[in-house]
């Protein structure tokens, strides 16, 4: 099956929504305590894109081999999962290490697409003024 994967995140929350077909799921978290107003933003979207992977997986919306199209806003976050930068931030590093064990566990068929920000359909639901779920 193919998806079409969207993140985001900052000080406060993590954002993430998954085209699939006709459906559509939305899916906002505050951060906890440990990362809450103590990372930054580009770390902030490394957990989302991690914690929003593992969630799909977890709740069987992406399944084994699946395709999933990751859209990007952030041109340091494409470069840095589309090659083999050298990357100076531990969290990153290890954010990374974290997104390739799953990608590779699942065999998934992961390509990363740079997009804008303002077509980052998850930064309208960071945005959103409460925390929300919204499956269908």
């Known amino acids: 099956m193919d998806h079409v994967f969207y993140s985001d995140g900052n000080a406060k ?11 559509n799921i939305e899916q ?5 305590d440990i990362y809450k107003n103590k990372i930054s933003n580009l770390q ?3 957990v989302a894109l991690h914690i929003g992977l593992f969630w799909g997986i977890g709740v069987f919306k992406i399944k084994n081999e699946d395709v999933v199209k990751i859209k990007l806003d952030e041109k340091t976050m ?9 990357i100076e931030d531990e969290f990153i590093v290890n954010r990374i290490k974290f997104i390739k064990q799953l990608t590779i566990q ?5 390509q ?3 997009t804008k920000q303002k077509d980052n359909l998850a930064n309208k639901t960071l ?6 779920t919204k499956n269908g």
């Open 13 to 23: 929350k993590i954002a993430w929504i998954i085209q699939t077909n006709n459906s």
């Open 28 to 32: 906002n978290r505050e951060h906890v």
């Open 44 to 46: 902030s979207k490394y």
């Open 78 to 86: 494409f470069d840095q999962l589309g090659t083999d930068l050298k």
């Open 106 to 110: 699942r065999k998934l068929k992961v």
């Open 112 to 114: 990363f697409e740079l």
């Open 127 to 132: 945005e959103a003024k409460e925390l929300k």
